[in-house]
């Protein structure tokens, strides 16, 4: 299951109980408004979020449980005896998605770009075999990421179970650099969230260029041989993998999967600073009478926050 974080936030004595409205004037549900202020206050803490597969697919799910360790904690810390270790089981799983074949509810039109896309995971599947058996390191991490990235692609076309179809209903609600903007949910049943290009720059500022992932002068080179897990194309609409990117530059997320509600906190070097100056970032918040608390209104004088966490 996913990791379930709440906290209870009080502002100078003051129970903070939110009214927010996105961008574009949109009012919010009371109960999802408070979930977002508590989230942007949990930007400003927490580490990286990790999240639990949501597949509808038995097949989908186990194999998902082995990779998404390996892939978050694992590869990043080049640590290849643990892929090593897991790479038979890995394998079997994988071996066991491909003879699946076509799952059940995939559509019609687009049963024959799944299995190109199974045909292409299953060559992934051997060459990391080969990999794992007698290859180098860098083989082994080139390998197990063709197989991430190829796996990602068939995650894509999966039918969503009936918990995620649920929340189609309704739009993702992204909190970046304390704005909130609601916007187009991802049909993909991947726990990564998936926004449109035009999102993207709505939301974050950020636009794709041939040298990376860009806002002003700041530009991220995203991994050439991995870039399926950034971008992908359904019909005529870009989709942008902004919780990868996040992990890629080292920015913490919060999560509210129950409410679709997505906050990012600032990058490390960021964070740094923060602790370099000892100021914490500002932020503003109502009280229950609607009144606006900004912490830059109490510079100088002492403040308490309290935070607590479910685990």
Known sequence: MAQRRSS???????????????????????????????????????????????????????????????????????????????????????????????????????????????????????????????????????????????????????PANSSAAKRTDRPRTVIYNGAATQVAMDAGSSNDLWITTADLKRATGFVIKPQGVCRDELCFPLPKNRKAAFVKKQGSTQWFNLSEFARLIGQPIASDHKNDVWCFGPRAAEQNGYITSLEAPDFTLPDMNGRQHSLKDFRGKKLLLITWASW
Not at 30 to 37: A, F, K, Y
Not at 49 to 60: G, L, N, Q, R, V
Not at 72 to 77: D, F, G, Q
């Open 8 to 158: 209870s936030i009080d502002l100078v004595g003051t129970n903070v109980i939110p009214q927010h409205r996105t961008k574009g004037g949109l009012p919010m549900n009371r109960t999802v408004s408070r979930r977002i202020s508590l989230l942007f206050i949990a930007c400003l803490f927490l580490e990286i979020s990790t999240f639990a597969s949501d597949f509808s697919i038995k097949e989908y799910d186990d194999f998902h449980r082995v990779l998404h360790p390996l892939e978050r904690e694992a590869l990043p810390k080049n640590d290849f005896a643990a892929i090593r270790s897991k790479a038979t089981e890995l394998i079997v799983l994988g071996e066991s998605v491909v003879k699946l074949n076509v799952p059940a509810g995939v559509k019609s039109e687009h049963a024959s770009e799944f299995k190109k896309e199974l045909e292409n995971f299953r060559g992934a599947l051997e060459n990391f075999r080969s990999a794992a058996k007698s290859g180098t390191d860098d083989q082994l991490k080139s390998t197990f990421s063709a197989v991430h990235d190829s796996f990602e692609m068939l995650a894509a076309l999966v």
